[in-house]
């Protein structure tokens, strides 16, 4: 009988220069004295930031040590041959008090090359958007490299950068190469790889506290930029209450929205991989083996891959991400 239950894990909060208070005041998650949250990394293994559990007989464990311990038996076999012991996929929510950088992060091959790391596919989903607030996610025109570096240098970079008018709701999925920006205004949850190689493009010449600006990576970014255009860059999809819903399939994660206003029971018993749980809306308690695991908005749960069936049981109706690795 596996020793793995439904993990919460504690939250990383993560203050930025481009950071707001919506984790405090819409998620009602307390980051303490940090001036602003840009970022909580909810589940991650990334080496500087790994996560810890939150309750439970694990209490206190890192997720590379279970990861280590378990293998297989916390991600999947599939899974565990792929990625090792590093936990393949990152978890966080973002709040853009203002734009972030406009940034591109490399692929796999290039990120190995250079930094010895995975590289960055990622995906966003609204949660609450300001009004008026947007988003850039690739390029609105056909380009190169010179064409590219020409408007960079010009100052006129955003001219061919394709910007999106964005609602809660609406879902991006940017693979590694596609030049994109948070817009001021929007609060998202973000499934990505496990990686935390950024090459920063343009910060709209801002200054830190100090009077610094933040490093640009303008020749790094060269060779990870994908210059071609594409006909779409938001995910179309029709939400519908009480059924799975699919959003987005990748090499590197499977994720689905279930809006639902009654209970349901998943059987995972066919999938060699973990569940990440991202609760975006109401609440849920997750039922397994005789325990109960209570989830609210703004907090997320992993299924390890030897818990094979839950109980999603709900008083308020909820609305959840459900991330795997197909």
């Known amino acids: 009988m596996s020793t793995l239950y439904p993990l919460k894990f504690k939250t990383i909060y993560k203050d930025k220069i481009w950071g707001g208070q919506k984790i405090k005041t819409y998620l009602h998650k307390d980051f303490g ?18 996560s810890v559990v ?18 297989g038996e916390l991600v999947g076999k599939a899974v565990y041959e792929r990625f090792g012991d590093i936990f393949p996929l990152l978890v966080k929510f973002i709040d853009a008090n203002e734009d972030l950088s406009i940034q591109v992060h490399p ?18 989903y609204v949660i609450e958007a300001d009004p008026g607030s947007s988003l850039i996610a690739g ?41 994109h920006t948070i817009g001021k205004g929007l609060l998202i949850a973000e499934i990505q790889q496990t990686s935390d190689i950024t090459y ?17 990576h303008t020749e790094e970014a060269l060779a ?35 809006d639902y206003t009654e209970g349901v029971t998943k059987n995972y018993s066919a999938f060699d991989s973990f569940v990440i749980y991202v609760c975006l809306e109401g609440s849920l308690e997750v039922k397994y083996n005789g325990a109960s695991y209570p ?5 997320c749960l992993l299924l390890p891959n030897s818990v094979n069936e839950v109980e999603l049981s709900t008083t308020s109706g909820f609305k959840i991400l459900e991330s795997y690795i197909a």
């Open 224 to 258: 990870a930029i994908d210059y071609k255009k594409y006909p779409n860059y938001r995910t179309d999809y029709t939400p519908v209450k009480n059924e799975d819903v699919h959003l987005v399939s990748c090499p590197y994660f499977t994720t689905n929205v279930l």
């Open 200 to 216: 920063r493009i343009y910060d709209f010449d801002r200054v830190d506290d100090k009077g610094q600006k933040r490093e640009l």
């Open 107 to 124: 692929d796999d091959e290039l990120a190995k090359k250079r930094h010895n790391s995975f590289g960055k596919t990622e995906m966003w």
């Open 139 to 179: 390029f609105n025109e056909e380009v190169n490299q010179e064409v590219y570096v020409n408007k960079l240098n010009s100052g006129h970079l955003t001219d061919i950068l394709n910007r999106e008018d964005v609602k809660a709701g609406d879902v991006f999925f940017l693979p590694a190469g596609r030049v």
């Open 295 to 299: 989830v609210k908005m703004g907090e």
């Open 54 to 71: 939150d309750g439970g007989a694990l209490d206190g464990q890192s997720l590379a040590d279970l990861l280590a311990q378990h293998k």
């Open 33 to 50: 004295n940090l001036p602003n949250c840009g970022e909580t990394w909810e589940i991650s293994g990334v080496k500087s930031d790994v």
